[in-house]
């Protein structure tokens, strides 16, 4: 049986990936980093944001920094990809599919597909 390692995120985004984007000296591959946000709700009906930090590379690095602007809904397959960091395990999601969905703040946004 073989294991499954894939998140499917729709979020906002926190920041703009085209911020953090730049090119690896060694093989000039695309990579960049931003933060999405997820609303819910507790048990008692309160608002609760939840924070995720995203890593993408090459193709799909330069799609998100294209096409993502902060606050735009986006849809993200990707996968759970632990770092260690002071002792602590933090997951970041390694992105396979970044996709602009259509939302009210931004009529204009487009589908793309990594």
Known sequence: ??????????ARLG???KDNLKYSERNGEAMTYFSVAINRHDSEGKPITD???ISAYGKIAEIAANFGQKGQLVYIEAKLQPTNNSCSIIMNFQTGVFRVLPNSRNTNAGAQNG
């Open 15 to 17: 920041s703009s990936p």
């Open 51 to 53: 924070w995720f930090n």
């Open 1 to 10: 049986m073989e294991l499954l390692n894939k998140v499917q995120l729709i």
